[in-house]
T-cell receptor
Framework: GAVVSQHPSRVICKSGTSVKIECRSL??????MFWYRQFPKKSLMLMATSNEGSKATYEQGVEKDKFLINHASLTLSTLTVTSAHPEDSSFYICSASRDGTGNQPQHFGDGTRLSIL | TQLLEQSPQFLSIQEGENLTVYCNSS?????LQWYRQEPGEGPVLLVT?????EVKKLKRLTFQFGDARKDSSLHITAAQPGDTGLYLC???????????FGQGTTLQVKP
């Protein structure tokens, strides 16, 4: 159990376009979902925490207008990279948890490789 | 800011050798987790340690949580090429729910 599906797995698009990434918990209800960014051979950096039905909480240095997060249901959160530029190219990973206190584990998706030309 | 210092960041060894990866912090964590990540995939949870001094074993992998819950180690015995990957420690500070990741250790095991 506790499967998280992330879609798409890979996307290549032109500079200036917006890209939406979906994160779904397939067999459990996720009150809290997390979005991470990972550079090659580096660790995961938390971008934001999203709770179902409320605004996301962004980490310091992450532009909320650039990275729009919506968590409209207990099984779906989306990350939209608006007006993407080459520097936004990265590996984006989501995770989902039954609660946001840390008492429940985070279950990770397989990531989305975003390449902006 | 709670930081997890993970070392070494890169490790290249021969098949059959032993290795230890360390994860240290000046802060106390309610739990620490170890993940393994393959290229192009999400991290996969290996173990969670919660109690200070706890030792957990997973086949050839031994995980230890420090008595003060500020540090942890991962020891691999008789490493195999299949152990190659990125190993990440991550901790939950207090009850924030946020996972703070160490820098990661890229392990290469040569046949």
């Amino acid at each position: 159990g506790a499967v998280v599906s992330q879609h798409p797995s890979r996307v290549i698009c032109k500079s200036g376009t917006s890209v939406k990434i979906e994160c779904r918990s397939l067999d459990f209800q996720a009150t809290t979902m997390f979005w991470y960014r990972q550079f090659p051979k580096k660790s995961l950096m938390l971008m934001a925490t999203s709770n179902e039905g409320s605004k996301a909480t962004y980490e310091q240095g992450v532009e909320k207008d650039k990275f729009l997060i919506n968590h409209a249901s207990l099984t779906l959160s989306t990350l939209t990279v608006t007006s993407a530029h080459p520097e936004d190219s990265s590996f984006y990973i989501c995770s989902a948890s039954r609660d946001g206190t840390g008492n429940q584990p985070q279950h990770f998706g397989d990531g989305t490789r975003l390449s902006i030309l | 800011t709670q930081l997890l210092e993970q070392s070494p960041q890169f490790l290249s060894i021969q098949e059959g050798e032993n290795l230890t990866v360390y994860c240290n912090s000046s802060s106390v964590f309610s739990s620490l987790q170890w993940y393994r990540q393959e290229p192009g995939e999400g991290p996969v949870l290996l173990v969670t340690v919660v109690t200070g001094g706890e030792v957990k074993k997973l086949k050839r992998l031994t995980f230890q949580f420090g008595d003060a819950r500020k540090d942890s180690s991962l020891h691999i015995t008789a490493a195999q090429p299949g152990d190659t990957g990125l190993y990440l420690c991550a901790g939950v500070p207090g009850n924030t729910g946020k996972l703070i990741f160490g820098q990661g250790t890229t392990l290469q095991v040569k046949p």
